[in-house]
């Protein structure tokens, strides 16, 4: 279902937080969108419509998501009006097959701010975030159409559809409820609300990790340091050194996990202990990227938005289209689970201080 996986991209890889790093030596262009085709405008004749990624510059992302949407919205109108009974091919398959403009530049804008991003490209993620939740909930909360696909829920068994497609429909009417369409008008106007604050805090949420990531790169003096990283990597490390304008040290840059690559291999162990603790440190340092408030927000909005749909708590309300279907559940399995991993844990612990000590630790 298109709408719910463009939801998917735009929560998860805003909330989880990107880890690439914005190119330093793209230059931004000028030219007016305009003046130039988009190649988002028309389908791809490559293999398997892959997009033209030579031909795409930044200034074709926001009109290609705006005609996107409006397209989509056309689409999506024409659906919810038609005076036909529902089919599954008026309703459901014409809702599949809608909205490819603004499918086109979604794939190819959200995966590549997850993996190389730009200044100008974060810009653009900042201002479609609440348009794009609106645009979500503008088609989800559509009373029409989902009185459409309820007609057909109701009687999917009868239509002579095979288990695909009626699933396919189950699956549409259960989404369209979990995101608030059998709401009053007073509480789909509140939902809207709580996920637009929702889309813009974890965006911010997402930058302020990519840009945390890269401020708290750390910067090394000596090549003697970096021993036991390969001639790769520390040629990489100078590299990055001097593109920040620190010509003679090294930098190691700092990845969007835990644990960093580089402790594999270092040898000094307060090198790795200083890239350790700065690693954990991100997203609670103060400053102007720090993310405890924004994360506080979410956490809030999210139970509000569950209470709206009548849940107990945003826990309850995710985990019911999931395998385990309950906070129950995940505190049963978990329970299982936390001897043997502390356990397990203990006994890594004493292992790990033997080879300390081994070392004159």
């Given at each position: 279902m298109k709408i719910k996986l463009l939801?998917?991209?735009?929560?998860s890889i805003a909330f989880i937080g990107s880890c690439a790093v914005p190119s330093s030596?793209?230059?931004?262009?000028?030219?007016?969108?305009?003046?130039?085709?988009?190649?988002?405008?028309?389908?791809?004749?490559?293999?398997?419509?892959?997009?033209?990624?030579?031909?795409?510059?930044?200034?074709?992302?926001a009109p290609a998501f705006e005609k996107g949407m409006e397209d989509h919205m056309k689409e999506i109108e024409a659906i919810a009006n038609n005076i036909d009974s529902p089919t599954f091919e008026n309703t459901?398959?014409?809702m599949e097959i809608s909205g490819e403009l603004l499918d086109r530049v979604a794939t190819v804008f959200f995966s590549l701010t997850s993996a190389h991003t730009n200044?100008?490209?974060?810009?653009?993620?900042?201002?479609?975030?609440?348009?794009?939740?609106?645009?979500?909930?503008?088609?989800?909360?559509?009373?029409?159409?989902?009185?459409?696909?309820s007609q057909l829920n109701d009687k999917k068994n009868d239509l002579g559809l095979n288990a695909e497609g009626i699933r396919l429909i189950e699956k549409y009417y259960t989404d369209f409820?979990?995101?608030?369409?059998?709401?009053?008008?007073?509480?789909?106007?509140?939902?809207?609300?709580i996920n637009e604050k929702i889309a813009v805090l974890q965006t911010n949420f997402s930058q302020n990790i990519l840009k945390e990531v890269n401020a708290l790169a750390v910067v090394v003096d000596s090549r003697e340091e970096l021993d036991g990283l390969n001639n790769a990597s520390i040629e990489a490390a100078a590299n990055e050194a001097n593109s920040r304008g620190l010509k003679g040290k090294y930098v190691i840059a700092l990845k969007n996990t835990s644990g960093q690559p580089a402790m594999a291999s270092l040898?000094?162990?307060?090198?790795?202990?200083?890239?350790?603790?700065?690693?954990?440190?991100?997203?609670?340092?103060?400053g102007d990227f720090d993310n405890r408030e924004n994360l506080s927000k979410v956490i809030k909005l999210r139970a509000?938005?569950?209470?709206?749909?009548?849940?107990?708590?945003?826990?309850?309300?995710?985990?019911?289209?999931?395998?385990?279907?309950t906070p129950e559940?995940?505190?049963?399995?978990?329970?299982?689970?936390?001897?043997?991993?502390?356990?397990?844990?203990?006994?890594?612990?004493?292992?790990?201080?033997?080879?300390?000590?081994?070392?004159?630790g």
């Amino acid at each position: 279902m298109k709408i719910k996986l463009l939801l998917g991209m735009l929560s998860s890889i805003a909330f989880i937080g990107s880890c690439a790093v914005p190119s330093s030596n793209q230059k931004l262009i000028s030219e007016s969108s305009t003046k130039i085709e988009n190649p988002f405008f028309s389908e791809s004749s490559l293999y398997m419509k892959y997009p033209h990624f030579d031909r795409v510059k930044n200034e074709h992302y926001a009109p290609a998501f705006e005609k996107g949407m409006e397209d989509h919205m056309k689409e999506i109108e024409a659906i919810a009006n038609n005076i036909d009974s529902p089919t599954f091919e008026n309703t459901i398959i014409a809702m599949e097959i809608s909205g490819e403009l603004l499918d086109r530049v979604a794939t190819v804008f959200f995966s590549l701010t997850s993996a190389h991003t730009n200044d100008e490209m974060e810009k653009i993620r900042s201002e479609m975030a609440p348009k794009l939740s609106a645009h979500s909930d503008q088609i989800l909360l559509n009373g029409d159409l989902f009185k459409r696909i309820s007609q057909l829920n109701d009687k999917k068994n009868d239509l002579g559809l095979n288990a695909e497609g009626i699933r396919l429909i189950e699956k549409y009417y259960t989404d369209f409820i979990r995101s608030g369409a059998k709401l009053s008008i007073e509480e789909k106007e509140e939902l809207k609300t709580i996920n637009e604050k929702i889309a813009v805090l974890q965006t911010n949420f997402s930058q302020n990790i990519l840009k945390e990531v890269n401020a708290l790169a750390v910067v090394v003096d000596s090549r003697e340091e970096l021993d036991g990283l390969n001639n790769a990597s520390i040629e990489a490390a100078a590299n990055e050194a001097n593109s920040r304008g620190l010509k003679g040290k090294y930098v190691i840059a700092l990845k969007n996990t835990s644990g960093q690559p580089a402790m594999a291999s270092l040898k000094n162990r307060s090198l790795r202990e200083k890239i350790h603790k700065t690693s954990l440190s991100r997203g609670s340092n103060g400053g102007d990227f720090d993310n405890r408030e924004n994360l506080s927000k979410v956490i809030k909005l999210r139970a509000d938005r569950a209470q709206l749909m009548g849940y107990k708590n945003h826990a309850a309300y995710s985990l019911e289209s999931q395998t385990a279907q309950t906070p129950e559940a995940v505190n049963e399995r978990l329970s299982s689970l936390a001897p043997k991993a502390l356990d397990n844990a203990k006994k890594e612990a004493a292992d790990l201080q033997k080879m300390i000590y081994a070392e004159g630790g």
